[in-house]
């Protein structure tokens, strides 16, 4: 599965992980502050963001907060080829999830609102990644 070159393990979040630090879930803005703390910056990807940006104005200041810090790829055509063979494989059909999970490596931890699919699909790209339910 492709990954960011030269990046540690990383904390991957979900359309959910950035609705939960929108919230200000306490326990995963310290996870974020430890990924920091770490040299890891959280990761995601472009179809994610678009999930859960609605155009900021002030509401969405702490979600603009998070996203300064994440690495934010693009779900491009190599990504996107990566996520529908995941989809292939499992049946299922969020996209969106797909490629994040193709963004994974070992050892990586995916901090998600689906941990359902999130395993099916890991399981799908034989990685052995922690899925943090949020």
Known sequence: MAFVEGR????????????????????????????????????????????????????????????LGTLVVPLDNDLGRRAGVLLARTGLVDAIDAALVALCRPGDQIVTSDPADIDALAEAARLDVDILPV
Do not use: C, F, Y
């Not at 359309?15 to 326990?27: F, H, I, M, P, Q």
């Open 8 to 67: 540690s393990v990383s904390l991957v979040l979900d359309a959910g992980a950035l609705v939960a630090l929108e919230r200000n879930d306490r326990t995963l803005w310290r996870r974020v502050d430890d990924a920091h703390l770490k040299g890891s910056a959280p990761l995601t990807h472009g179809g994610i963001v678009a999930q859960v940006w609605r155009g900021g104005s002030g509401r969405q200041a702490r979600l603009a907060m998070a996203l």
